[in-house]
């Protein structure tokens, strides 16, 4: 990691680098970087396929340090988050790890995340957005205090059928008993982390959380360990291929920040989004109850929900209509790609109401550049 004496003028570097991007440059053989959060982080290391079966049938490791992490400590914090978030975080355990999201009044989403119990009154909440201005005001009236730490801990996601394997050959003795959703504390060389049974694959899979001046020494350890095992560094594309398949939501891709959005109806609710199952009404009340529970009442008008399309060809940003003849438009695509594992043509898609119910079948326009000629095809699509 550079060093502030070194560090350039903003002008000149306006993103950060992470305490693994030595090692991930060296290993860059298409040079293919994206912004993350005010970092730079790398799209594809070689190329998608390889990395993509990478995590299907090895070890991969991926960078997550841009990853926005917030310490919430105090007597008040489960109070405070239970207020904050639309899950019942007073049932998670210390040394447990949930997944939420946390609407507005009106019960559209501000973003998703991952909460972790690190002590009765300590947690870490990870979004992939900076949202400490939501954090700070929703914490008015709550004994708790709230800190962005995400230069403070870098952190590696550790994915794959062989992650397990791997890591307990690196040091992680034990890491076999962590079950889904736990954190266990361990060592590498000397060098404390704390890993979580997390990730964003839908495959066996670890994230470790680390000091930034360990990055480096962990990274080379794991490689070292999981050299025989077909380890391999990967980017965000392949990881978008495989979190599709696991049904995993992306934001500013499958939904927008309702802080974000502009237009009438472009926020999204978690009814909408498939969420239901993390909203607790029972809990009391939190920020967007009463918006949720009057559409429960009435039913969401629209639903995301996965498509298998025939066709090999992924249906990017495609329109769905009812009928093949693409008259009656009910629906879009927000993600889609040929899943190489499941050998179908698979996509995510905000649908109206009247069209979600599985078996369901909608037409997706999809186009087709064949020698910078476009063709238009109307492939059929099955709710699944």
Known sequence: MTSPKTLA????????ETPFHARARALSQVDSFVAWAGYTTVDVFTTVEQEYFAIRNATTLYDLTPMVKYRIVGPDAVPYLNRLVTRDLAKLKPDRVAYCVWCNDAG??????????????????????????????SAIGFDVRIAEVTEDIAALAVQGPTSCAVLTAAGLVG???????????????????????????GDLGYELWMAPQDAEAVWDA????????????????????????AGFLSPNVDFISAEHTIRPGRDRSPLELGLAWLVDFDKG?????????????????????????????????????????????????????????????????MVEASHVQMGSTVWAEIYLNRELVWERRMSRAVVV
């Open 285 to 349: 009340h939190f920020n967007g109850r009463r918006a949720l529970l009057a559409e429960r009442r009435r039913g969401p008008r629209r639903q995301l929900v996965g498509l298998d399309i025939a066709g090999n060809k992924p249906a990017h940003n495609a329109l769905l209509y009812a009928e093949a003849n693409g008259k009656r438009e009910i629906g879009s695509v927000s993600s889609a790609a040929w899943s190489p594992t499941c050998k179908r043509n698979i996509a995510l898609a």
């Open 9 to 16: 003028p903003h002008f000149q570097q306006p993103l950060l």
């Open 222 to 245: 794991l490689m070292a360990a999981g050299r025989s095992r077909g380890v391999r560094a990967i980017g965000s594309q392949a990881l978008n291929i495989a979190r599709l398949e």
């Open 108 to 137: 559209h989403l501000i973003d998703d995340g991952t909460v972790f119990r690190l002590g009765e009154t300590e947690f870490q909440l990870c979004t992939a957005e900076r949202q400490i201005d939501w954090l700070l005001d």
């Open 175 to 201: 890491i076999d008993r962590l079950k889904p959703f736990e954190i266990g504390y361990f060592s590498v060389d000397g060098r404390r982390l704390t890993a979580s049974r997390t990730g964003f694959t």
